[in-house]
């Protein structure tokens, strides 16, 4: 039986690694795997994700972003634990610690969220974590620039969006309706949000908020403050 499930276990294995390499080039632009992922050092320290990814940095951090991050596989060599507690991956953005614990970063080409806190440099360089979003679609794009947390909006409860929608944990960081919230339910008390804007994460999908997972939305709105910096860019 333990043999059984060994080969079982092996065979997922590779029928994921098969998949998210046919799902990679649809998820993740070309050319946009950040400094802070080592694909070499994700490969030699995972000889189970490399047995069926190889060398395609493309697939490992893929692999990485959708599954690694939440299993505490490391990305990199500069990954560590910070004072707090935090794990982080050391990532200098030189932007100076200004009194707020956390500093927001979103990538529009990417879909992806970063949250850092101070490091020992007096800047926010401690990377602690990375989350898949949806930014605005085109004719909707969420706006570039640097903005702040104003606003956590209604208890973390039910918001009612501009498309009849409803999301929860969103939090207000420009005028005009721009927040960080769910992925959107259909209905005001859904147990579940709606399964096409969960899989369109990773894509732009919204109308110019920036959308995360239940999960990531309930813990970004219950950790980062009003007053927290938020860099929008490509």
Known sequence: MKKIKIVLTVAALAFSVLFFRSQVNAAEPAGTIPD?????????????????AGDDKDALYWHYIHFGKNEGRSPSAAYNISGNGNAYIYLP???RFNGSPYYIMVD?????TYVFEAGEDGTYS?????MICSVGREGHR??????????????GGWVYMADGTYAIWSMRFRTGGYMFHTVCF???GDAQPIPEEVAALGSPASLGCVRLSVPDAMWL??????GTLVTVGN
């Open 36 to 52: 802070w992922f080592d694909p070499a050092y994700y490969a030699r320290n995972n000889p189970d994700v490399y047995a069926s």
């Open 186 to 188: 259909k209905n005001k």
């Open 126 to 130: 401690h990377l602690i974590k990375t």
């Open 142 to 155: 969420t706006p570039t620039g640097t903005f702040k947390i104003y606003e956590h909006t209604a208890k």
């Open 221 to 226: 709105y219950n950790t980062v403050p009003d």
């Open 93 to 95: 953005t030189g932007v």
């Open 108 to 112: 529009r080409t990417g879909c992806l």
